[in-house]
């Protein structure tokens, strides 16, 4: 491998050419076309910096923007009565030139001390309440002072776009694309909405959806200028995240913790939940931050009531506890405040304040891990059947008229009110086979196995079932899973013991159950030790019931029989055990056990991948909470030609990290060895496929932006080089690396059936696609509620040279190799599986849950555990 080409510089590659396969179908898509009409001027880009009047930098989102408010207000004729727009930080972009290239401002923002500076907290010591009453009735308003540079740094042409409609691409089209990005975003501030990217939700009521613990679903509208080989045009879309509950902080925590009244609230709990979060606090109408709880309750929450200004021998003032204060002082009545914690907004002295007065601002987004209740009911509040889209994004056009904004305006921005239309082709489902070589050919991108064997079943002979179930006979899951599994050909001998839970355990942890749980499974075989597989200790499958979807009891349950014993083992914690159910589970069974359920007919003959040795990479990287750290995954292909096994490698990373660390990995102090993940799975490919090395190597890879494309192909795929090149130095294996992108907003709809999501094999490579590079959208699943999200694929990197419509043909094939249902699914099946693989690693990760929730400490990267020798080749993440 020549030095030089591993480190040079790369760059995505540029559309080679369009497919030509499938059925042609008319559609239209979310996508508005615009026209940039005064395209011979340009955009100035000025930095700004805002300081206090003592200079010191200006914290806090958010008052920046009325700074710039302020100074459009206040400087107008210094402006030439400019509008500008300001992303919120320290950019500024105007329609041609300010009269300077430098100029200072200085801003005074009044404030009403009662809704922002009031100060009728209880603050410990620092001075006397009355003294903070008698300064607001001297000076109704507070004012504060701001010095503000503006800097002149560059300037954008706008005719990048009618360069760009020319062939003529650069990265100036991304430049004027951001600068009209932002004046939607300045515009939804105005209109005071929560900003997620470009995303914009409003506090409408009609928009949220209680999906329970205190979380709301919230419908919002996303907004984005998108260069297309068609030019450029708007894309708009329903959008949505998750907010806290707003109202009543008591109420809240009450809904959070799903407890039927306020007595039964964790305390501990609510103050790391409680952290950070925005309230308003009444009567005094002052919004703050949430820095924490007091110590004792408010009837008991003591604080020294000083003399004028607060001086004096501390020890000499009278101690007040803080629900006497508002009670007596400020002639506040308190209903259930005295028996509760106060809240503290005190940045380094306690302010405290009964926690009745206080209540959640609206808007604030709830950024953990939503539980499977919640997100079953978060995702059944956004579905939208394509029709009801369409309906929607054409009222939203005419309600937000952003052609109206007066930025867009001067520089010649319209906006079209129709799709756009485009033509899609539609592929062919690939012919699949399973047992006994009969073939089948999916419908609607679906297929049924019912009565049919296996492609390659297994068979279970040594196998046990515990329960954390109570009251339920587990004797019944045994029965159906051998009758439905011999109809698939899966022979499963009795379960060499079923045990359930001895009750006395049950309120204990979940970890401490399931240590009990081994020790009655231990026990119970002790006699029955020569039924077990030679030299096995414990059975070679286990069934765990489990008593709900979100049992405690799975993290700790997966680490000890995967980790600890090297157990494959299925939970099972549906209470609906029908035939369907059953069907589904004995394929996850069958595939953790080695087996498929079906193959390609083409995996033995497609000429991209039979003529010569190929392997496929999926990779994904999982982020949890805050300070959790991430999890990457990795999955390689084994048994080439095969395209439907995979191994998994998995590492923890710093938390929120994207670009994968440990492709390659020397060890500290071990230069020439290697303990990444490519390593792994390579070698797991040449020991599985007859020692032959891959001389081609596909790479899927899930979760990056389009900003990150250049560390793909720089820094991740630098690794993998590096990695191919210390296992064999001689070995030269070609590379083709695909980014699959979920997060977009594009959306297709049938021309002359908008009722309908589009067919199954559905692809687009022209007119929405990117003007310059490689990239295609599939939607080869069938959708059956709400509208069908195709994903986008982009090829950075093609050396092995696959044509266009093989590489689509591919893509959609490896849709079908999904082995835990039998319908294609959304995405290629490698990323799938390296999803799945990091987000059940994820269960493995030990650290400190206080340190996580206190919303500033992080949990140390620890390395995961390895998986036990006798699972770590299996599909366990099925």
Same mark, same amino acid.
């Given at each position: ?58 914290? =806090? !989102?958010?008052?920046?923007?009325? @700074?710039? $408010?302020?100074?459009?207000?206040? %400087?107008?004729? #210094?402006?030439? +009565? ?71 740094? =560059? !300037?954008?042409?706008?005719?990048? @776009?009618? $360069?760009?409609?020319?062939?003529? %691409?650069?990265? #100036?089209?991304? +430049? ?703």
């Amino acid at each position: 491998m020549d030095k030089d080409d591993n480190n040079r510089v790369r760059s995505p590659m540029s559309r080679p050419g369009f497919g030509m396969k499938g059925r042609k179908i008319s559609l239209c898509t979310n996508h508005f076309r615009v026209e940039l009409t005064n395209s011979s001027g340009y955009f100035f880009h000025y930095s700004v910096s805002i300081c206090n009047k003592d200079g010191h930098p200006v914290e =806090g !989102k958010g008052i920046g923007r009325r @700074i710039m $408010d302020k100074i459009h207000e206040t %400087y107008k004729l #210094e402006l030439a +009565e400019k509008d500008f727009s300001y992303d919120g930080e320290s950019s500024l972009f105007t329609w041609g030139a300010l009269p300077s290239k430098a100029m200072d401002f200085t801003v005074v923002l009044d404030k009403i001390s009662s809704k922002r500076n009031g100060d009728n907290s209880i603050s410990n010591g620092s001075r006397s309440p009355t003294q903070g009453d008698k300064k607001r009735q001297k000076c109704l308003f507070q004012t504060r002072t701001f010095r503000v540079a503006i800097k002149c740094v =560059g !300037k954008i042409p706008a005719g990048a @776009i009618s $360069d760009m409609l020319r062939g003529k %691409y650069s990265e #100036e089209v991304h +430049e004027v694309i951001k600068v009209l990005d932002i004046v939607l975003r300045q515009r939804a501030a105005k209109q005071d909405c929560l900003i997620v990217r470009q995303s914009f939700f409003h506090d409408d009521q009609r928009n949220f959806t209680d999906i329970g613990g205190g979380v709301f679903a919230c419908k919002g509208l996303h907004s984005s200028f998108c260069p297309t080989q068609n030019g450029l045009t708007l894309n708009m879309d329903s959008s949505r995240t998750t907010i806290l509950k707003p109202g009543p902080v008591l109420d809240f925590l009450v809904s959070n913790q799903n407890v039927k009244n306020p007595s039964c609230i964790d305390w501990s709990k609510a103050r790391r939940m409680l952290k950070n979060l925005r309230i308003k606090i009444f009567p005094y109408d002052r919004e703050s931050r949430i820095t924490g709880l007091s110590e004792y309750v408010c009837k008991q929450q003591r604080f020294p009531l000083g003399d004028e200004g607060g001086r004096g021998d501390e020890s000499q003032k009278e101690r007040v506890t803080v629900y006497d204060y508002f009670v007596k002082h400020k002639k506040i009545h308190l209903r259930y405040s005295g028996d509760f914690p106060c809240i503290n907004i005190g940045k380094t002295k306690s302010k405290l304040y009964p926690i009745e007065l206080c209540s959640l601002l609206p808007l604030q987004r709830y950024t953990k891990e939503l539980s499977i209740p919640q997100r079953l009911k978060f995702i059944e509040s956004i579905r939208q059947k394509p029709l009801d889209k369409m309906t929607m994004l054409t009222e939203a056009w005419k309600t937000n008229n952003y052609a109206a904004e007066p930025m867009l305006q001067f520089c010649g921005v319209s906006i079209s009110s129709s799709f756009t239309q485009v033509e899609g082709r539609v592929l062919p489902a690939p012919k699949l086979i399973v047992g006994r070589g009969e073939e089948i050919f999916p419908r609607a991108g679906c297929w049924n196995l019912n009565r049919k064997m296996l492609a390659e079943p297994m068979s279970l002979h040594s196998w046990a079932v515990v329960s954390f179930r109570s009251r339920f006979d587990a004797s019944i899951v045994c029965k159906d899973l051998a009758k439905f599994g011999e109809m698939n050909g899966i022979f499963m001998e009795p379960p060499i013991c079923i045990i359930e839970e001895n009750g006395r355990f049950r309120q204990a942890p979940p970890a401490i159950r399931v240590e009990r749980m081994f020790e009655q499974l231990d026990m119970q075989l002790k006699p029955l030790r020569a039924r077990l597989s030679k030299n096995k200790t414990w059975p070679d499958f286990i069934i765990c019931l489990l008593p709900n979807k979100d049992s405690e009891i799975y993290g700790p349950w997966k680490r000890k029989t995967l980790i600890e014993f090297g157990i494959s083992n299925q939970c099972i914690s549906s209470s609906k055990l029908d035939m369907q159910y059953f069907n589904s589970l004995l394929l996850k069974i069958n595939a953790k056990l080695g087996g498929l359920h079906s193959r390609l007919a083409v995996e033995w003959n497609c000429r991209v991948l039979s003529k010569k040795p190929t392997m496929i990479f999926g990779m994904d990287v999982w982020h949890g909470y805050h300070g959790v750290p991430s999890i990457a995954a990795v999955v390689g292909s084994r048994c080439w030609p095969s395209l439907a096994r995979y191994r998994a490698s998995v590492r923890s990373q710093s938390p929120k990290t994207e670009m994968i660390d440990s492709l390659f990995k020397p060890p500290p102090g071990n230069a020439e060895k290697d303990e990444g993940m490519i390593r792994e799975l390579l070698v797991d490919f040449y020991s599985s496929s007859g020692k032959v090395k891959p001389s081609q190597i596909i790479i899927f890879r899930d979760g990056v932006s389009e900003s990150e494309f250049k560390q793909v192909l720089n820094v991740e795929f630098h690794q993998i080089l590096e990695a191919c090149k210390r296992l064999d130095s001689d070995w030269n294996p070609k590379f083709t690396i695909i980014i699959a992108q979920k997060r977009h907003h594009t959306k297709f709809f049938q021309s002359g059936q908008p009722h309908q999501n589009v067919p199954p094999g559905t692809v687009v490579d022209s007119k929405v696609c990117h003007p310059h590079y490689y990239d295609f959208y599939m939607c080869p699943h069938a959708a059956f509620s709400g509208t069908a999200r195709p994903i986008h694929y982009h090829i950075l990197l093609d050396e092995i040279g696959i044509p266009s419509d093989e590489l689509q043909e591919l893509v959609h094939s490896l849709s079908y190799v999904y082995q835990k249902c039998t319908k294609a699914i959304s995405i290629v099946t490698p990323i799938r599986y390296a999803h799945l693989a990091a987000s059940k690693t994820s269960h493995f990760l030990q650290y400190a849950t206080s340190e996580i929730f206190s919303g500033h400490t992080e949990a140390q990267v620890s390395d995961l555990p390895k998986l036990h020798k006798d699972v770590c080749k299996s599909m366990f993440f099925c």
